[in-house]
């Protein structure tokens, strides 16, 4: 969740917490992807707030919800973390709660007959490798899980 530069960061670390801040919030954007479907349908509901937030929630589509937050738009955002971050005159509150929370995994895999399979595996050793995973952090993304890389 985001909120405008120099406002209060709400406190949003428990189910509580976030309920309240869902409901005394003025208005609330959400971005246009997977994760508003989630929200929409899904977290709302969780929390019981659907109906009472539904009139003051809205999905912003094609740009960062964050940027809306900047700009005095929408008092919240919420969005995958690492499209939070980056938008310039918001500031990121933190992650909701687990319990509500829906994660997205991601994976990489090599495609046999790839043009360029050595290079591929050696830039997925670097994604996986521990030097890195600060950087990963900073980015609002999880540290990667390093798997074995193996062949079929």
Excluded: C, W
């Excluded at 405008?4 to 428990?14: E, H, Q, T, W």
């Excluded at 479907?37 to 109906?51: A, S």
């Excluded at 994660?103 to 670097?126: C, D, M, N, S, W």
């Amino acid at each position: 969740m985001s909120v405008k530069a120099g406002a209060a960061k709400l406190n949003i670390g428990s189910e509580e917490a976030l309920r309240q801040t869902l409901l005394y919030a003025k208005s609330i954007a959400y971005s246009d992807s997977a994760s508003s479907v989630y929200i929409q349908n899904e977290m709302f509901k969780k929390l019981g707030v659907e109906d009472q937030v539904r009139p003051k929630a809205k999905m912003v589509p094609k740009i960062p919800v964050t940027s809306v937050v900047a700009n005095g738009e929408y008092e919240l955002g919420f969005q995958q973390v690492n499209e939070l971050l980056p938008v310039k005159g918001a500031e990121f509150v933190g992650r909701v709660s687990e319990s509500v929370q829906s994660v997205t995994h991601f994976a990489a895999g090599i495609p046999v007959g790839a043009k360029h399979p050595e290079e591929a595996r050696a830039l997925l050793r670097y994604l996986a490798s521990p030097g890195v995973q600060d950087t990963v952090r900073a980015t609002g993304l999880d540290p990667i899980v390093a798997r074995r890389l193996r062949q079929r």
